[in-house]
């Protein structure tokens, strides 16, 4: 029977072999951490190899040596639509992208959290649904077969606008299997990503802790400016309250931004380097402080990759899609209609972006945080957490209620010691 991989390290859980296979012999499976794997049915496979061939992770399809080029340009980008920019994660150049794509009568692809706070990639056709696609999603997205109805769109003719991790849109393109002239990618700075059945019991200790149901969650709020503070909002006796949440009083945004909870994949990933699969590679622009001090960041700034001829002709104002479009819908569509556009230094922007070098290296306490998981459950996983970090989060707690005027005035006597 066909083995799909190794190790767990050779699999991204993309699901573009069990969206490729003829029989329907392969189906992703939970495995004891959470993760999406790829498991064969041996009663249906016929052993044609289409998985294996296909598997753009173990053999870096896309990204061979001839394609390794670093962005053509790079931008610090910031969305013109102020009220976009506010749910944005970071300067909402996503937002952008896909504006373009639908004014261009296109599809935009994305993944959205569903009513279960579940992330999957879904659909969108009109600029009302974009809120869905916008926002950070600390977890790995569900592809189903996404791949599948790319493919519909792009037979059809209709422009379409894939967005999501890097290992996603080299998979896709492995998929796809040749090069399609209306068909637009993005792939996010990603870190790497932890399994949904981590998150989905988070949730469920976090609403035991606020004795209600949690509807909506965010991981980056702007209320207090541009950076690493989330929201939820819960239903408590029948009222809508919300909560702040810093990363250091959440046990599962803490070992995200540490690296503990990532897929075995995530650490060896290929693609965390400086060469993108994508036409365009967006994140948050870490760093932008030192390098573009006069940029006004309160509100976000977004690192913005320019990595092919399709994706600067469209930064340059020219419609790489005019071929595409019914005559009586073109138009003088531009990106800089949506987005203040900065031109900035790759060279510099990798500096504070570790991911635009080297995967996230694995730490030690990644087995430690799991084992506990698989053995105890996730309320074991937060005890441990919160026994060890208590004095840090009350030493936090204690000096975010300090008044800024106080603190001024202490920072002015220890500069004058």
Known sequence: M????????????????????????????????????????????????????????????????????????????????????????????????????????????GCAMNSNLKPEHICIE?????????????????????YNKVRKYLQDNRIVLFTGTPCQVASLKSYLGKEYDNLLTTDLICHGVPSFSLFKDYIQWFEERLGGKIIDFRFRNKEKGWGHVGKVMYKKNGIIKDKIIVPIESCYYYYFLKGYIYRESCYECPYASPYRVADFTIGDYWGIDKIHPEVNRRDGVSLMLVNSQKGLQIINGMNPFTTIIDDNNKNNIKISNYLYLLESDFKKARQYNGQLNFPTPKAEEREMILNIYRKEGFKSVANEYYRKMGKQIIIYRIKSNIPASVKNIVKEMLRKI
């Not at 490729?20 to 993760?35: N, R």
């Not at 009109?126 to 996404?146: A, E, H, R, V």
């Open 2 to 109: 066909i083995n799909l991989y190794a190790s767990k390290s050779q699999c991204c859980g993309c699901a573009a072999c069990m969206n490729v296979c003829p029989k329907k012999a392969i189906s992703m499976q939970l495995d004891e951490d959470g993760f999406l794997y790829p498991v064969v049915n041996s009663l249906l496979c016929i052993e044609c190899q289409l998985c294996k061939k296909i598997c753009a992770f173990q053999h870096n399809i896309n990204h061979s040596d001839t394609l390794k080029k670093e962005p053509l340009k790079t931008y610090a980008a910031i969305l013109k639509d102020t009220n976009f920019l506010k749910n944005s994660a970071s300067g909402g150049a996503f937002v952008a992208l896909a504006m373009y794509t639908l004014h261009n009568k296109g599809v935009v692809f």
């Open 126 to 146: 009109n600029l009302d649904d974009i809120y869905k696609l916008q926002g950070s999603k600390y977890m790995q997205s569900d592809l189903k077969n996404t």
